[in-house]
């Protein structure tokens, strides 16, 4: 029987390498650009076309390779940075391994320009799926010039499952971002279809930021610094009024590498508590130094995942850095101890001479006496702390300053049989009594709960509960209403009428809102831009990532424009949209959302009213756009077992 066991050939292993390595345009350029810096390069262009499909070029001036060092970097596992074992756990730089180019090789078609530096001539190199196609001497410029086009064009499975280019362009943007932030002090430019996306000088870490995310963020960086003996940590994070509902100015680094980890911005995020509103997220931009011995960036192909060797000392310190930068920032309120119009309240000391009021009782006061007993023996002593003529604030009460005729309020006792005493009379609202020579008439209190109006109680057919909830009778029992979820499927379906007959109706601005977005937002919103528009919502690009809201949708002018779409771009981020019925329903569902009433928000019986007869009209009243109950009933007869 022959043997069944082979070795694959290269061309094959490395496609299955470049299934790790390579899943899409972006993946290149993180490869190539950190070979770039590698090879000491202080310029670094990035050139794509059609999101990467059709062209990624990078062009960088550092050392450039000779022409044999350029043939064997398309080799598997050639690399200059390792040469033993221990060298895996002293890495410093960004590439290691030497998977990089042979897998680009091994699905695309590679064309590379290098010389050396103080070289004459250069070499010129042409490879389609691993095979050496060319290879040339050329007159070129020092450094590294690669050219990779129509990615996966053997593999046309894979190439068929890239995604559309505007989410292939926001992927590039993230690792292009990742990049440039890490080394600020390299000159990074990005073009795509020849337009320039970033034009970064080199500078400091805050300029970089700046420069990146816009002018808007220079108000909004908080420094962060400390050092201890397991790691040094700085960077910036954003105040809390910058925070926002969609991700993606959330960085960290560990020795100049990008690196995910929830577990660290759990730390981050919970130095905010209290700070920020739910459901946010606060920009950060920290750096993390520590021995490479420490940690494990071999734990994953694209190696954004690092494993630390104390994970749980490296969170503490990254949480109480970031709170101390609050801190000290006054980004957490403090308690106000200013005394300047407030309420004296003297101290007790030893010294204090304390002069208790003294209150006399007159122990043969009987008001159910139809005649004043005779009180001659009783001096009444007078008091600073005595009741007033028919005041009910404290200290002693003499019977002369008793209302006539005070026996007639409890006339009731005898001449209704049958009733409880006290059914029509009830405290006066301000809790006193006023002094009248006439028959004292009870003022009536209205009952309510807290945050009711006189009119919404006053046998109304809907009352607030909680503000959060909207309560009436119907003939099956008692329904409760969840007045924010009612709102939303209200908009909700308000919002897809309105597209499906084509009558958006927008409320001009007097004075337009300009707003600012990220890069990779910007390409978001300029997707988004017709179907917004659609929608009623009237933004027009100004130039780079800047917009200017004109008019907002009827019913929602108060809204935040900002907080509007910023809602809608994490909607979008949740997950890939193809259908174009799909992204309307998404972009209503977060309008309606944004825009309804909140819970805590006060409704008169009027409101209340109104709000359940548009709910009862909706096609789907008992739920709310995203499925969430909007409707209970507690029914007659469970009502009525609760008072067996």
């Known amino acids: 029987m022959s043997d069944i066991i082979q070795l694959l050939p290269d061309s094959v292993a490395n496609q299955i390498a470049a299934g790790e390595v390579i899943q899409r345009p972006a993946s290149m350029i993180k490869e190539l650009v950190e070979n770039a810096i590698d090879a000491g390069s202080t310029d670094i262009k990035v050139i794509v076309k059609d999101a990467g499909r059709t062209l990624v070029q990078v062009i960088d001036n550092g050392c450039g390779m000779s022409a044999s060092d350029a043939r064997m970097a398309f080799e598997r596992h050639a690399t200059s940075k390792i040469s033993n074992v221990n060298d895996l756990f002293a890495i410093r730089t960004m590439g290691f391994r030497g998977e990089a180019l042979a897998s680009i090789a091994a699905v695309a078609q590679v064309e590379l320009k290098t010389k050396k530096n103080g070289d004459e001539l250069g070499t010129h190199i042409e490879i389609a799926g691993s095979k050496v196609e060319k290879q040339e001497v050329v007159n070129c410029a020092s450094g590294s010039n690669f050219m990779i086009k129509n990615l996966f064009y053997n593999v046309p499975a894979r190439r068929k499952f890239l995604k559309k280019d505007s989410t292939e362009l926001r992927h590039i943007i993230n690792e292009f971002q990742r990049i440039a932030l890490a080394n600020s002090d390299i000159t990074f430019s990005l073009d795509h279809n020849n337009m320039p996306l970033f034009q970064l000088p080199a500078s400091n870490l805050r300029q970089r930021i700046i420069n990146m995310l816009g002018k808007s963020m220079n108000q909004q960086l908080v420094p962060v610094e400390t050092e201890t003996t397991l790691v040094k940590i700085h960077g910036f994070i954003g105040k809390p009024e910058s925070a926002r509902k969609s991700s993606g100015d959330q960085f960290f680094f560990v020795n100049q590498r990008y690196m995910r980890h929830p577990y660290l911005h759990k730390a981050v995020t919970e130095a905010y508590s209290n700070l920020i509103q739910a459901n946010t997220v606060p920009a950060y931009f920290l750096f993390f130094e520590v021995d490479p011995k420490i940690i494990d960036i071999n734990i994953h192909p694209t190696k954004t995942e690092i494993k630390f060797e104390d994970e749980r000392a490296i969170w503490h310190i990254t949480n109480a850095c970031v709170r101390e930068s609050l801190g000290k920032h006054n980004m957490v309120p403090t308690i106000d101890f200013d005394t300047a119009n407030k309420v004296d309240i003297p101290v007790n000391t030893t010294n204090t001479d304390n002069d208790e009021p003294t209150i006399e009782v007159n122990p043969f006061f009987n008001p159910f006496e139809t005649q004043i007993p005779d009180t001659s023996g009783f001096t009444g002593g007078g008091s600073s702390n005595s009741y007033n003529s028919g005041s009910a604030s404290g200290g002693s009460y003499s019977p002369k300053s008793t209302p006539k005729n005070w026996e007639q309020l409890y006339n009731d006792f005898e001449s ?112 988004l831009l017709v179907d917004l528009q659609m929608f009623g919502l009237d933004l027009n690009k100004l130039g780079d990532n800047s917009f200017e809201v004109r008019g907002m949708p009827v019913n929602m002018e108060k809204m935040n424009p900002k907080m509007l779409i910023d809602e809608i771009i994490e909607a979008y981020k949740s997950g890939e949209v193809n259908l174009e019925s799909d992204l309307k329903e998404r972009i209503a569902k977060s309008m309606a959302q944004q825009s309804s009433i909140k819970h805590g928000q006060f409704l008169t019986s009027e409101e209340m009213d109104e709000l359940i007869g548009q709910l009862f009209t909706c096609q789907v009243p008992n739920y709310s756009p995203d499925g969430k109950p909007v409707i209970s009933i507690l029914s007659n007869d469970e009502i009525e077992t609760r008072f067996k």
Not at 439 to 462: I, L, N, R
Not at 465 to 474: E, H, W
Request: hydrophobic residues 30%.
């Open 416 to 527: 209704e049989k049958g009733t409880m005493p006290f059914d029509d009379i009830q405290p006066d609202t301000d809790n006193t009594y006023e002094e009248t020579t006439t028959e004292q008439e009870p003022v009536q209190q209205t009952f309510m709960s807290k945050g009711m109006s006189e009119e919404s109680s006053s046998g109304a057919s809907c009352f607030q509960f909680k503000n959060r909830y909207i309560m009436t009778s119907g003939k099956s029992g008692l329904m409760m209403v969840d007045q924010k979820r009612a709102h939303e499927r209200i908009l909700f379906e308000r919002l897809m009428l309105s597209i499906s007959t084509q009558q958006s109706m927008t409320q001009q601005s007097l004075f337009p809102e300009q707003i600012e977005f990220n890069a990779e937002d910007t390409i978001i919103v300029e997707e």
